[in-house]
């Protein structure tokens, strides 16, 4: 059974400090990974998508892909009170399924 | 480029029944995918079409069905509703490309009285 795993949370930051979200998967086939971000009562909305190993930087955001630790992370630089959600973590190995995370929830304390 | 669009956007139903949601992916993308999202259970994927071919379906019992259009318009059914089966549904459309990213639209949130 593959599997992406998220600490639940609630993580807490101040605002204005670095979020750092964290995703483990289990299968080493996975070629595609993708951070969502989920308000309460929205539907999730694609941030960012990574598919080598390192960094990748968008705005105030950085995903950072490890394949040989099946480890993905998410960077929220300047976190902000209106970046409080649900951040949701997906993977897929390219067999037009895409396994997801159940979401780490974010609060930035103002 | 309009988003996804899924309706209707609620329904409440009750246990026996039959229902059907519907999806209209952004344009150009041909493939759709449906998720039904519950608080225990995270996002659990249900199945995902392509030029009117299921390519994978997820573990869910065959109550719920679905099927796509030649214009990628999609549609899933669930028959003989249960309570458990109250949950946000959502689709999300994508390219046909098999890695690439997934747009998702509003949802539509069902409750199985």
């Known amino acids: 059974q593959k599997e992406v795993e998220q600490n639940s949370g609630p993580l807490s930051v101040p605002e204005g400090a670095i979020a750092s979200l964290n995703c483990t998967y289990s299968?080493?086939?996975?070629?595609?990974f993708f951070w969502y971000r989920q308000y309460s009562g929205k539907s999730p909305e694609l941030i960012m998508s990574?598919?080598?190993?390192g960094d990748k930087e968008d705005g105030r955001f950085t995903a950072q892909l490890n394949k040989a630790s099946q480890y993905v992370s998410l960077l929220i630089r300047d976190s902000q009170p209106s970046d409080s959600a649900t951040y949701l973590c997906?993977?897929?190995?390219?067999?037009?399924?895409?396994?997801f995370g159940t979401g780490t929830r974010l609060k930035v304390l103002a | 480029k309009a988003g996804v669009t899924q309706t209707p956007r609620y329904l409440i139903k009750t246990r026996g029944q039959q229902v059907t949601l519907s999806c209209s992916p952004i344009?150009?993308?041909?493939?759709v995918s449906w998720y039904q999202q519950t608080p225990g259970q995270g996002l659990q994927f249900l199945f995902e079409y392509f030029s009117e071919t299921q390519r994978n379906k997820g573990n869910f019992p065959g109550r719920f069905s679905g099927r796509q259009f030649s214009n990628s318009r999609s549609e899933m059914n669930v028959s003989t509703l249960e309570l458990g089966d109250s949950a946000l549904y959502l689709c999300a459309s994508s390219r046909e490309d098999r890695t690439v990213s997934q747009y998702f639209g509003p949802g539509t949130r069902l409750l199985v009285l």
């Open positions: 990574i598919y080598s190993n």
């Open positions: 997906a993977e897929t190995s390219g067999t037009y399924k895409y396994i």
């Open positions: 344009s150009g993308h041909r493939s």
């Open positions: 299968d080493r086939v996975s070629q595609s």
